[in-house]
């Protein structure tokens, strides 16, 4: 996301998913990672407010970028604010009315009740950690008004090989934080895992989308036991969208 250009097209494929209100709309990206470009890209888009919640501060502090996308963008006539005066990030956010939060769940929580209208991540929901899935996905319910939409966008292999080597280990040993702290965790939920969490949240989810590999990229044998098991038709698939409503 640090490429303005890059940031551009994942904020019109999620914003493609919903249906802008004739009034004025809310907007709150998860995992936003190297760049707040959103923010701007957001408020371009007619975003009235915009969150941006990180498991931590992760984004460029460099604004330069910030005021030549904003160039960009008004020369397409788009409605953003003259970031002209900015000197800090802090400042770029102000102007486009944006809330960096970077303690992950912590920061969902202060969110008030049924404020955002629309959620989206980019490859995002397979890094939470396993255990605060079910609470993650309970506060981004909690925060969405009833008439809001959620979009994302999963990458289920590895980020070591792009395969299923990360279904070589027990749970035990890769939820540790030896593991969880790696720079390559993911927490592993497979495909049918994702929609039967969203089903108990109380979504209704929509499939967008899928890849899935012609043959198993990772041998089955050397898979942890915990997952041998599983339907070969659920490990095969690489990477889904998703789009979810109340």
Not at 80 to 100: F, W
Not at 156 to 183: I, K, V, Y
Request: one cysteine or more; proline letters at 4%; aromatic letters at 10%.
């Amino acid at each position: 996301m640090s490429d303005p250009a890059y940031a551009a097209r994942i904020v019109a494929h999620h914003l493609a998913r919903f249906k802008k209100p004739l009034t004025t709309w809310t907007c709150l990206e998860l995992g936003p990672g190297d760049s707040l470009f959103t923010a701007l890209l957001a408020k371009a888009a007619g975003a009235e407010k915009i969150w941006l919640v990180d498991a931590g501060d992760f984004a460029a502090t460099s604004i330069d970028s910030f005021k030549s996308l904003a160039r960009q963008l008004i020369a397409e006539g788009k409605p953003v604010p003259d970031l002209s005066a900015c000197q800090t990030r802090a400042e770029v956010l102000t102007a486009c009315n944006a809330v960096y939060l970077t303690n992950g769940l912590a920061g969902l929580k202060t969110i008030p009740d049924a404020t955002v209208d629309f959620i989206f991540s980019n490859a995002v929901l397979e890094h939470v950690r396993k255990a605060e899935m079910p609470e993650t996905l309970a506060e981004l319910a909690r925060i969405m008004k009833p008439s809001g939409v959620q979009s994302h966008s999963v990458d289920l292999r590895d980020h070591l090989q792009n395969g299923l080597n990360n279904l070589r280990f027990s749970d035990r040993l890769w939820e540790s934080g030896l593991f969880a702290h790696s720079g390559f965790y993911t927490n592993r939920i497979r495909f049918s895992g994702f929609f039967d969490l969203f089903k108990r949240t109380g979504f209704h989810a929509t499939e967008l989308a899928r890849t899935s590999w012609e043959d198993l990229p990772t041998p089955r044998d050397v898979l942890h036991p915990a997952f041998q098991t599983l339907r070969a038709d659920d490990l095969k698939i690489s990477t889904f969208d998703v789009k979810l409503e109340k």
